[in-house]
């Protein structure tokens, strides 16, 4: 894998951007983002998830068996959350940059999610062509971690 830096979010081959407004408070969303243990709860395809290295790295298990051992490279209070793929079983990835913005509007907030990808011509493709599937998991994630907020 390459490794790339926040720029990339910017600048990656392959770029994916969905944006959603949910009513949690931007602080309620950064600590669900930084309770990597908790993504399981909210995010229906992540199958596990534990921090690494005293918090500065991930380790990311996907439904189907994807795994993704990963640096995080923002964690801005409130504002960023940033992680960069270092290891992966994906076949054809070559680098990967995920991004998640908070924005705070009208006493919730505005979640900003890039995918910045780059990899064969066919994972290039394949990522292209996921793109309604993406944009759908994102958005259910947003709602699911909405609903977990408001709950606690």
Do not use: C
């Amino acid at each position: 894998m390459r490794s790339v830096g926040l720029e990339y979010a910017e600048t990656a081959p392959v770029r994916l951007v969905f944006v959603a407004k949910i009513s949690a408070a931007p602080e309620a969303v950064f600590e669900a983002f930084t309770d990597v243990e908790g993504w399981p709860r909210w995010f229906r395809q992540v199958k596990d998830a534990r921090s690494t290295d005293g918090g500065k790295g991930r380790e990311i298990r996907l439904m189907g068996g994807t795994l993704f051992r990963e640096t995080v490279m923002a964690a801005d209070p409130h504002e960023r959350y940033a992680y960069r793929v270092d290891e992966t079983n994906a076949p054809g990835l070559r680098a990967l940059l995920e991004e998640w913005t908070l924005r705070p509007s009208d006493g919730g907030t505005v979640v900003r999610y890039v995918f910045a990808v780059d990899g064969t011509a066919v994972l290039r493709g394949a990522v292209r062509a996921m793109r309604p599937g993406l944009r759908r998991a994102f958005h259910q994630a947003v709602r699911n971690l909405d609903r977990m907020v408001a709950a606690a």
